[in-house]
């Protein structure tokens, strides 16, 4: 026999909770909350049992192996993706507020409704009305394109089930509610059940589910970490105050690399890709300041060149202060130490700071040698050539050891008319091809200084 659940609800304001109070906390009435039996049959049964229950498949015997992603048309985006979208895929988008994420949202929206088949964009948030004009700055006129201004998902999940569209686009998961859970939207249970249910029905009905989600102080997508688990692919969008630029990270992707990142220019008539994020990067480069020099990173499956900025100055501090950004402290005050022991700099009554420019986030021990010759170009004040860039990482004896993707990194900074790369020497032994590039190949630390500031 099914159990019978017993909520109390606020009369005056619809508050509901799990046990009796006197004082009803969200309008403060005496008095006014009383019992209410919940429904002993969650209502969101009535979607689940709308498909046929699941049988065991052999692998073998499973269909539509082949994979066939839909293009959004947006080529950053689709790379981030993995290389497009994946039916019946979940997708959450955090960001900041006003970063963008209606925005390309409703530009992938316009490419997914290109194959035809109906796409529903379900505003919580904003009129149909709002939408439309949003839309019609961006140039999204898509006829496939359908605008629902709800927030209740089992009404959500009725009308999708009728439409049968490829994509579901929720913005945001946070105003989504389900009357069988108490509390408001965007309340941790609310956001967890919410988007449980349209994922779930997302993978059943074979659309693929994209979710917005707003980010929080602490910079997690607000509501649960929990979010992350129940969806395949989790981006964040990214960007600096003040600045046009948009990045686009993959930070979980069941179908493909996480570490892939596109680049958006925020423009009035939308977010547009930029192709040479290289460039951009290195766009507002000083070209003879001492604490500089430029790394061949690699992101996902390409290379991006980032500059690495450094400074050290006179601490006056019991404990000098060693504050990064972009880059991992930790590493840094490692290879501040390894600088003080195997090169002889005396970085004890230095404060470093360190700045990785354009917001970028560098996790691969490949920037090691750059992070370290920047702090020493501006601790000598020697001026590091501006067609200068330097990768590899370095061990605690001073060696500096083989990273891997050397030759995307060597092309990229030839591309970008780099005339000379530091580099470990096993690395320079292994290359298959010429560059057009003086390579410095380097086995410890000491020889990397003493190269640095050559012309
Ligand atoms: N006319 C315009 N010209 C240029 N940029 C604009 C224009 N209108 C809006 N924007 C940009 O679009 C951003 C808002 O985009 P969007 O509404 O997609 O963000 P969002 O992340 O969905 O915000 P929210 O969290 O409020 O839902 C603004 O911060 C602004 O940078
Ligand atoms: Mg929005």
């Known amino acids: 026999m099914a159990k019978v659940r017993i909520d109390y609800a606020c009369t005056s304001c619809g508050f509901s909770s799990p046990k009796w109070l006197g004082r009803c906390p969200d309008c403060g009435k005496w008095?006014?909350?009383?019992?209410?039996?919940?429904?002993?049959?969650?209502?969101?049964?009535v979607a689940v049992d709308a498909f046929p229950a699941s049988k065991p498949v052999r692998l073998t015997e499973v269909s539509g192996s082949a994979e066939v992603r839909a293009k959004t048309g947006i080529g950053e985006f689709d790379r981030v993706m993995g290389g497009g979208v994946v039916p019946s895929s979940a997708t959450l988008i955090g960001g900041d507020p006003g970063i963008g994420k209606s925005t390309i949202l409703l530009q992938a929206a316009k490419g997914l409704a290109r194959e035809g088949k109906p796409v529903l964009y379900v505003s919580g948030e904003e009129s149909e009305a709002q939408v439309k004009l949003r839309a019609a700055r961006l140039g999204v006129d898509e006829k496939e394109i359908y605008l629902l201004s709800e927030?209740?998902?089992?009404?959500?999940?009725?009308?999708?089930?009728?439409?049968?569209?490829?994509?579901?686009?929720?913005?945001?998961?946070?105003?989504?509610?389900?009357?069988?859970?108490?509390?408001?939207?965007?309340?941790?249970?609310?956001?967890?059940?919410?988007?449980?249910?349209?994922?779930?029905?997302?993978?059943?009905?074979?659309?693929?589910?994209?979710?917005?989600?707003?980010?929080?102080?602490?910079?997690?997508?607000?509501?649960?970490?929990?979010?992350?688990?129940?969806?395949?692919?989790?981006?964040?969008?990214?960007?600096?105050?003040?600045?046009?630029?948009?990045?686009?990270?993959?930070?979980?992707?069941?179908?493909?690399?996480?570490?892939?990142?596109?680049?958006?220019?925020?423009?009035?008539?939308?977010?547009?890709?930029?192709?040479?994020?290289?460039?951009?990067?290195?766009?507002?480069?000083?070209?003879?300041?001492?604490?500089?020099?430029?790394?061949?990173?690699?992101?996902?499956?390409?290379?991006?060149?980032?500059?690495?900025?450094a400074l050290a100055s006179q601490s006056f501090l019991a404990m000098p202060r060693r504050t990064t950004l972009g880059a991992d402290t930790n590493r840094v005050i490692l290879l501040c130490a390894i600088l003080e022991r195997k090169a002889g700099l005396s970085l004890y009554n230095q404060d470093v700071f360190v700045n990785v420019a354009g917001g970028i986030e560098l996790d691969e021990t490949a920037a090691d040698l750059a992070i370290l010759c920047s702090v020493a170009s501006s601790f000598k004040d020697q001026v590091i050539p501006a067609g200068t860039a330097a990768f590899g990482?370095?061990?605690?004896?001073?060696?500096?050891?083989?990273?891997?993707?050397?030759?995307?990194?060597?092309?990229?900074?030839?591309?970008?008319?780099?005339?000379?790369?530091?580099?470990?020497?096993?690395?320079?032994?292994?290359?298959?091809?010429?560059?057009?590039?003086?390579?410095?190949?380097?086995?410890?630390?000491?020889?990397?200084?003493?190269q640095a500031w050559k012309k």
């Open 151 to 309: 927030t209740s998902v089992e009404r959500v999940m009725a009308i999708a089930a009728e439409m049968a569209p490829s994509a579901l686009l929720i913005d945001s998961i946070q105003t989504m509610f389900t009357s069988d859970l108490p509390g408001a939207p965007g309340s941790v249970g609310q956001v967890r059940e919410c988007a449980g249910r349209l994922v779930f029905f997302g993978k059943k009905a074979g659309m693929s589910v994209f979710l917005v989600g707003h980010v929080t102080k602490e910079g997690t997508i607000a509501g649960p970490r929990v979010l992350e688990h129940l969806v395949d692919t989790v981006l964040y969008f990214e960007g600096e105050k003040g600045h046009p630029y948009r990045i686009l990270k993959a930070v979980k992707n069941r179908f493909g690399s996480t570490n892939e990142i596109g680049v958006f220019e925020m423009r009035s008539s939308g977010l547009a890709e930029v192709a040479d994020p290289s460039g951009l990067f290195l766009s507002e480069r000083g070209e003879d300041a001492s604490g500089t020099v430029v790394f061949p990173a690699i992101e996902g499956t390409r290379p991006l060149l980032v500059e690495v900025q």
């Open 31 to 45: 008095g006014s909350i009383v019992e209410e039996v919940a429904p002993a049959e969650p209502k969101y049964r």
């Open 393 to 450: 990482e370095v061990g605690l004896g001073g060696e500096v050891r083989a990273v891997p993707m050397a030759e995307p990194r060597l092309n990229e900074a030839a591309r970008m008319g780099f005339t000379r790369v530091i580099l470990p020497a096993s690395n320079a032994e292994r290359l298959s091809s010429k560059y057009p590039l003086t390579l410095v190949p380097v086995r410890h630390i000491k020889e990397a200084l003493a």
